[in-house]
């Protein structure tokens, strides 16, 4: 086991969830008998477009995570605190996704789920400048 291994399993988990979302808007849309690519109009209230931008949204935010975790095992990021900053992320995109999957007010924008967004996206700001502070030092 590595220093960083509880960081790697979180970044996979992220990996995965994206894969998963995949599926699972692909196989709403066949049924629904929706062609692929998004669904429009936008409305909040439908759930084909929900489960579609819940997939990319999940994909828009896994690479600028990923990569800086990754480049943090290269540089010494200590791993503590690299897998405390994955797995709070992880979380809230986990609540993100069941957020906006379950529709309401709470899955509207300039609501709960953008609070989400939002947090998630202050996290992967901390992590760049852990990152690159470690590179510097």
Do not use: Q
Not at 38 to 46: E, F
Not at 71 to 86: D, F
């Amino acid at each position: 086991m590595t220093a960083y291994s509880f960081s790697i399993v979180g970044v996979l988990f992220l990996c995965l969830l994206s894969i998963v979302l995949a599926v699972h808007s692909g196989s709403s849309k066949g049924r629904a008998g929706a062609l692929s690519g998004p669904v429009l109009p936008p409305d909040d209230d439908n759930l084909l477009y929900r489960v579609d931008r819940v997939h990319m949204n999940a994909v828009e935010a896994l690479t600028p995570f990923a990569v800086p975790a990754v480049l943090a095992t290269m540089v010494g990021v200590s791993p503590t605190l690299l897998a405390t900053l994955v797995w709070v992320y992880v979380a809230i995109r986990v609540i993100h996704v069941a957020v906006y999957l379950r529709g309401g007010k709470a899955a509207k924008g300039g609501s709960f789920r953008t609070v989400l967004y939002v947090s998630g996206a202050l996290v992967t700001v901390v992590l760049i400048a852990t990152t690159a502070l470690a590179t510097i030092h």
